[in-house]
DNA sequence: AAGGTTGACAACCGCCCCGGT
DNA sequence: CACCGGGGCGGTTGTCAACCT
């Protein structure tokens, strides 16, 4: 049962990324650009998953990285995003240019999360800790944007119930003057979850 | 100075979705 | 329509450095 595993374990190599291998991954990929990620490590000569391979990229290699301290103003759009989003960090991503999902990810649990505590605010609800709707919902994060079913259709709706304002950060000094692009690469959500989205993007604009 | 604790972040894991067949 | 493989995502873990006692 089960899934067969993305590679033959037994012989890739696990762990921190060595320069030797950076170097090879780099040169492969300007060589023969991104994809194929599958077959990428044998091609390239490494002992590596080709998940591996992918995630050092995408999260390390990318040329177009910005790497460094996020910005007050990069601060500030992540937390306006989670509050409407949850954890979908490949979409607050999207908004922060040179900013992968893993490094806001990161940088949310150790950095964002701490100071909203610090402030009484609970990271996943966005609203006071002692507040009700807090309470109610507790650590479970704010929905995310879920499939159109029947019991969603309403959200389209123009009437802004308690409901979207806790799930778009209501009750929340929150400049919401924001635009929301979906980015390229975030199949999972331009397909399942665009509905919402949509909504979002509207509730936004 | 040494040992323990905490913080930061790179990397891995398991699951899900989509497209091709 | 069902199955399979690839790509992508979010959650979690591992490791190292900085800080504290």
């Known amino acids: 049962m089960g899934r067969s595993p993305c590679c033959e374990k037994a012989h890739t190599n696990k762990g921190a990324w ?7 991954l780099i040169s492969y990929i300007r060589a023969h650009g991104e994809g194929g990620w599958r077959s990428l490590p044998k091609a390239a000569g490494l002992l590596r998953c080709g ?6 990229w995408i999260n390390y290699l990318r040329p177009d990285l910005k ?3 996020f910005t007050k103003e990069e601060d500030d759009v992540i937390i306006k995003l989670h509050s409407l989003l949850g954890n979908k960090w490949s979409l607050i991503a999207g908004r922060l240019a040179g900013r992968t999902d893993n490094e806001i990810k990161n940088y949310w649990n150790t950095h964002i999360k701490r ?8 990271p996943q609800t966005h609203r006071p800790i002692n507040h009700p709707a807090a309470a109610k919902i ?14 969603s259709a309403d959200n389209t709706s123009t009437t802004t119930t308690t409901e979207e ?17 979906i980015p390229s ?4 959500y331009r397909k399942k979850e665009s509905f919402n989205l949509k909504s979002c993007y509207d509730f936004l604009r």
């Open 51 to 56: 998940k591996s391979c992918r995630l050092r």
């Open 115 to 122: 100071k909203l505590l610090s402030r009484g605010m609970d």
């Open 67 to 69: 790497r460094g301290n």
């Open 138 to 151: 507790d650590s479970t994060p704010p929905p995310p944007p879920k499939e159109n079913n029947s019991s």
């Open 185 to 188: 690469h975030a199949n999972k």
């Open 165 to 181: 304002e806790e799930n778009c950060g209501g009750g929340l000094d929150l400049d919401l003057d924001l635009c929301i692009g």
């Open 18 to 24: 060595s320069k030797e291998e950076d170097e090879r």
